[in-house]
């Protein structure tokens, strides 16, 4: 199952994304859990210790893998074709929520045609990882959608776009909508988080019947989770409120890609 998890900054794209991958790992899934946002914070959801955290190098900002994997004889020539399966093997970190954790990083010209050896190795890993690895893979995005890349947004299984009740959240959330169905994702579903009362409720259902995308879930505003954001610890699971929610929508999820590869396998 690929799971890629997007929204505007600050609405809680991480914790959800922490949560799923955490879920999945306890269900005794292999999860793969990839930070793909230029300011990486999810392995402190993941429960690494913060110096462990603050060492890790994103495979973007990792020269001597780069060169490795691009480097030829010939000075501003780089090969355009390498093997990227090692780099998980190599570079992922094992966390205490039971997530392998891998942290990507972000070039700065990524996007509009950039062909930098950086941006070559972090696209041919993306398609690696969405394309070909068997475990369950929850990609924690920036904003946008624009990392996948053509050949690879197609095949993510499930695009959440998480959006709170704010005007310019659920902006950010119809335009990834918009821009996702541009890139053939099928199943694009709108995840309202930190609900505190019942006209935001309202608000997230009227934003995901005019986007004509089904809602996946309410999350409510949880106070725990709050807190853990002001403390800068993991979150701790209570089996209530947020958690909780967010465990229901990974076993809708599960349920919904299991009924969707039984179609696709002819019997
Ligand atoms: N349901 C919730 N209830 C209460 N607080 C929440 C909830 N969801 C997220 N938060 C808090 O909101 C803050 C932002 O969450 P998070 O870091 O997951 O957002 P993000 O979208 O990943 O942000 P960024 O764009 O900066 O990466 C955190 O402090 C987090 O603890
Ligand atoms: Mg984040």
Do not use: W
Not at 5 to 23: M, Q, R, W, Y
Not at 200 to 222: G, H, R, T, W
Request: hydrophobic share 45%; proline share 4%.
């Amino acid at each position: 199952m690929k799971i890629a998890v997007c929204g505007k900054g600050g609405v809680g794209k991480t914790f959800i994304a922490a949560s799923l991958a955490e879920h999945y790992a306890a269900c005794g899934h292999a999860v793969l859990a990839i930070d793909a946002d230029s300011s990486p914070n999810l392995a402190l959801s993941l429960g690494l210790p913060r110096e462990e955290a603050s060492r890790i190098v994103p495979v973007a900002e990792n020269e001597e893998l780069i060169r490795l994997k691009t480097a030829t004889e010939y000075s501003g020539v780089f090969r355009l074709t390498f093997t990227v399966d090692d780099i998980i093997a190599k570079y992922a970190e094992k966390t205490p929520a039971g997530p392998n954790l891998l942290v990507m990083g972000t070039v700065k010209a990524m996007g509009s045609g950039c062909t930098c050896p950086a941006h070559s190795v972090i696209k041919a890993l993306m398609r690696h990882l969405v394309v070909e690895r068997d475990e369950v893979v929850i990609l924690d995005m920036e904003a946008g959608i624009e990392h996948l890349g053509r050949g690879t947004a197609e095949h993510v299984e499930i695009l959440l776009v998480i959006s709170d009740a704010n005007r310019k959240s659920r902006e950010t959330a119809s335009a990834i909508i918009r821009l996702a169905r541009e890139s053939e994702i099928h199943d694009i579903r709108l995840v309202g988080n930190r609900v505190a009362t019942p006209r935001e409720e309202e608000i997230l259902k009227s934003c995901a019947l005019e986007n004509q995308v089904p809602l996946a879930a309410l999350i409510p505003f949880d106070r725990n989770v709050a807190e853990a954001g002001i403390s800068g610890e993991a979150v701790r699971n209570t089996g209530a409120g947020a958690p909780a929610s967010i465990a229901l929508l990974a076993q809708d999820l599960a349920g919904t890609n299991e009924k969707k590869s039984l179609r696709r396998s002819p019997q």
